[in-house]
């Protein structure tokens, strides 16, 4: 019986009950304030947690990278399972060029999140201009795979020949002109000449093996390539 129906009712209380109704009414007001402060502070922490996400993106927007990685951070130190504060800083220090860091960051983001493109698109985009154009091939791949973008297509392309993997270059060169491709992020005459470069060194390899009427049929794919 709790102390206030125990006060209403017609109960005679004897001094030992007494004192363990009032001993366990203020047990439960202990954890009814504890849970009321415990609600407080995780309603406190995730105001706060949004303003440093929204001042880190309107930083970031700003250009001022070094402030939005600065306000992203403090959001990590509130919630460290959140992919986004990971992703925003890694992006941020790509826009600086600290390639390195942008990938570590970048790294754990995608390990969160699973598969988001926008961050696969731009650690693909980090290995190729650090030239690891075998890193860059296994990214753009798998965005390749997952959308129809013909900057990724090129790249892919590109990769590929930079490795001397040729046949990989035209198989993929190919598949993506014969797809419904959009061609709003790369210009399609440039990925022609990628491929045509494919064919060409493709050519040169089949025929430094011996192949040499294979060799001349990616030759006339070069040519009537257009």
């Not at 954890?31 to 996400?53: F, P, R």
């Amino acid at each position: 019986m709790s102390f206030t129906k125990a006060c209403l009712s017609n109960v005679n209380l004897t001094k030992k009950s007494f004192k363990l109704l009032i001993k366990k009414s203020f047990k439960l007001l202990s954890l009814t304030i504890a849970t009321i402060l415990a609600l407080a502070t995780l309603a406190i922490s995730k105001s706060v947690y949004s303003t440093y996400i929204s001042e880190g993106m309107s930083f970031y927007k700003l250009g001022y990278y070094d402030k939005a990685i600065e306000n992203f951070s403090s959001a990590l130190n509130l919630n460290p399972n959140d992919p986004l504060p990971y992703r925003m800083i890694g992006l941020s220090y790509y826009r600086k060029s600290n390639y390195d860091e942008a990938l570590r960051y970048l790294t754990i983001s995608l390990a969160l999140e699973g598969e988001n493109t926008i961050t696969l698109s731009i650690i693909g985009n980090i290995y190729y201009s650090q030239k690891k154009y075998n890193n860059a091939a296994l990214v753009y791949e798998r965005l390749f795979n997952k959308e129809n973008n013909s900057f990724v297509a090129f790249r892919l392309v590109k990769s590929f020949i930079n490795v001397g993997k040729y046949k990989e270059a035209v198989e993929y060169g190919e598949k993506a002109l014969s797809s419904n491709i959009s061609w709003d992020t790369i210009d399609k005459k440039t990925f022609i000449a990628t491929l045509r470069e494919a064919y060409v060194k493709y050519a040169s390899y089949l025929e430094k093996n011996g192949k040499k009427e294979e060799a001349k049929a990616y030759i006339e794919k070069a040519k009537k390539l257009n």
